[in-house]
C-alpha cells in the first residue's frame, strides 16, 4: 500500500518560522504537492516537488528529499491568516499518473 | 468569477434516495476529478475525466456511485441508495494539461448529510 504522514497539529508564534513535515511511502514516486485548506474552504495548491531540493514561492518554501523520502513545507514570517489545514500529497504510479494521494493533514494555529 | 463550481453547496438526503451533484470546471482545464473528504481527513480521490473520458476509478468506489462529464465541460456525480457512511464533503476540481495534474484547483465543494 501507500501511505503518508505528517504530524496532525503544529501551534506557532505571529513572525516565526514553522516546518511541516511530511514521509511517505509508495511504490514509484513522481512526485509531491502540497495544500492549504482554511477552515470550511476549498483546498488551494502551494506547491511541487518531483526532484529533490528546495523550491520558494514567497513566504512558503517546500523541500524533498527522495532518497529519505521525505518533504517538508516551510512557513515563513507567519500570519494569523496562514492558520489552516496544511496536505502533502504525493503522486506516483501507485495512485495513477493523474491522481493525487492525501495525507491526513496538519492543522496549522498561528498564535498572536 | 472563473473558478471551478460546484451545485449544490449543501445537501440533506434520507437513507435509500439517490443524490446529484454537479460540477463545472475552469472553462479550458481538460482534466477533472471527484474526491470525498471526511472530517479530519485529507481529500481522497474517487474520478478522473479527461475530456469527456472516465479515464479512472478508485477501487474503493462502490457501484453506487457514477460519474459523467459530457461533452467534456461540466461534470455529474451521481450516488444512489445513500447510506448514512456517505455522508462527507464532495469535492470537484480540474487542470490544465499533461503535466499538472499535481496542480488542481478544487471548488467549494457539496457537503451531503444522510439522515
Known amino acids: 500500500g501507500q501511505s503518508l504522514e505528517q504530524p496532525s497539529e503544529v501551534t506557532a508564534v505571529e513572525g516565526a518560522i514553522v516546518q511541516i513535515n511530511c514521509t511517505y511511502q509508495?511504490?514509484?514516486?513522481?512526485?509531491l504537492s502540497w495544500y492549504q485548506q482554511h477552515d470550511g474552504g476549498a483546498p488551494t495548491f502551494l506547491s511541487y516537488?518531483?526532484?529533490?531540493g528546495l523550491e520558494e514561492t514567497g513566504r512558503f518554501s517546500s523541500f524533498l528529499s527522495r532518497s529519505d523520502s521525505y518533504g517538508y513545507l516551510l512557513l515563513q514570517e507567519l500570519q494569523m491568516k496562514d492558520s489552516a489545514s496544511y496536505f502533502c500529497?504525493?503522486?506516483?504510479?501507485?495512485?495513477?499518473?493523474?491522481?493525487?494521494?492525501f495525507g491526513t493533514g496538519t492543522r496549522l494555529t498561528v498564535i498572536p | 468569477d472563473t473558478g471551478v463550481s460546484q451545485d449544490p453547496r449543501h445537501k440533506i438526503t434520507k437513507r435509500g434516495q439517490n443524490v446529484t451533484f454537479r460540477c463545472d470546471p475552469i472553462?479550458?482545464?481538460?482534466?477533472l476529478y471527484w474526491y470525498r473528504q471526511t472530517l479530519g481527513q485529507g481529500p481522497e480521490f474517487l474520478t478522473y475525466?479527461?475530456?469527456?473520458?472516465?479515464?479512472?476509478k478508485s477501487r474503493l468506489l462502490s457501484d453506487r456511485f457514477s460519474a459523467e462529464r459530457p461533452k467534456g465541460s461540466f461534470s455529474t456525480l451521481e450516488i444512489q441508495r445513500t447510506e448514512q457512511g456517505d455522508s462527507a464533503m464532495y469535492l470537484c476540481?480540474?487542470?490544465?494539461?499533461?503535466?499538472?495534474?499535481?496542480?488542481?484547483?478544487f471548488g467549494p465543494g457539496t457537503r451531503l448529510t444522510v439522515t
Open positions: 472553462s479550458e482545464h481538460n482534466r
Open positions: 476540481a480540474s487542470s490544465f494539461g499533461r503535466t499538472s495534474s499535481y496542480e488542481q484547483y
Open positions: 500529497a504525493v503522486s506516483s504510479p501507485q495512485t495513477g499518473a493523474n491522481n493525487l494521494f
Open positions: 509508495t511504490s514509484g514516486f513522481y512526485g
Open positions: 475525466f479527461q475530456n469527456e473520458a472516465q479515464l479512472e
Open positions: 516537488n518531483a526532484l529533490d
